[in-house]
């Protein structure tokens, strides 16, 4: 029922920001884990971060320092903000939603609903 839609991504140079967005709609997501893949060409997709209906939050190790995952439940969505991005941040970046009251963390299996995903592409 729930819908999920990434915006944010582009091209942009080693060193820079980027904010993704994540907009929910269909159903409320305030007790939802939420979280944050991405997946390169030719890669596997992994986790990169989530956040909990505790609003608790949790990194991938390579990423911890740069990105921040952060929910506003009243807009039902759910935000990104990646810093000093770097060329192998290059990939596309989904949100994800989990069931209602569990407690999920990054690399949990527990995300079923996926997004179409946002193209981030960092120049060397």
């Known amino acids: 029922q729930v819908q999920l839609v990434e915006s944010g991504g582009g091209l942009v140079q080693t060193g820079d920001s980027l904010r993704l967005s994540c907009a929910a709609t269909?159903?409320?997501?305030?007790?939802?884990?939420m979280g944050w893949f991405r997946q390169a060409p030719g890669k596997e997709r992994e986790s990169v971060a989530a956040i909990d209906w505790r609003d608790t939050t949790s990194y991938l190790d390579s990423v911890t320092g740069r990105f921040t995952i952060s929910r506003d439940d009243f807009k039902n969505t759910l935000y990104l903000q990646i810093k000093r991005l770097k060329p192998e941040d290059t990939a596309v970046y989904y949100c994800?939603?989990?069931?209602?009251?569990?407690?999920?963390?990054?690399?949990?299996?527990?995300?079923?609903?996926w997004g179409q995903g946002t193209q981030v592409t960092v120049s060397s």
């Open positions: 269909g159903r409320n997501i305030d007790t939802n884990p």
């Open positions: 994800a939603v989990g069931a209602k009251w569990t407690p999920a963390g990054v690399g949990s299996k527990l995300f079923d609903t």
